[in-house]
């Protein structure tokens, strides 16, 4: 692990107990054009998810939830399922998130419109898409 993200990794540790924190992108990682958020599920379906995701991206665990990174604005026209967890930039009250998965490519996100199907099948629920988005005309 590079001092860097260890610094960065330190930080959110701190910052666990006092409140949301932001999970901190690896070097390499942490440019992000399209902002990132963060989707929270609990950690018995962290394996399964992260083995049948194609492309997971940039992960984060406490004793009790996985994040999954995913670009900014994902919430919007998708209403995610409990258990799911949405967090708008990446901010999370989690305690002492480490960093558990990188991705292969140069894209620190997780697709979320997979991530969102797959949790809604672990939710029980049928996908909802919302009626704001229109198709042109």
């Excluded at 409140?19 to 394996?47: E, W």
């Excluded at 998708?78 to 989690?94: E, K, N």
């Amino acid at each position: 692990m590079s001092h860097r993200l260890a610094a960065r990794l330190t930080r959110v540790r701190r910052a666990g107990g006092g409140g949301p924190a932001r999970l901190p992108l690896p070097p390499g990682l942490d440019h992000t054009p399209l902002g990132c958020d963060a989707v929270g599920l609990p950690a018995r379906y962290g394996q399964r998810l992260l083995a049948h995701l194609p492309g997971a991206g940039c992960v984060f665990a406490d004793a009790d939830l996985w994040w999954w990174i995913v670009p900014s604005g994902s919430d919007l026209g998708l209403p995610w399922p409990a258990p799911a967890q949405y967090a708008a930039g990446a901010y999370v009250a989690a305690s002492r998130p480490r960093l558990i998965h990188t991705p292969d490519g140069p894209s620190p996100y997780t697709p979320p419109i997979p991530l969102y199907l797959m949790v809604c099948r672990l939710a029980g629920t049928a996908p909802v898409w919302a009626d704001e988005v229109t198709t042109p005309a």
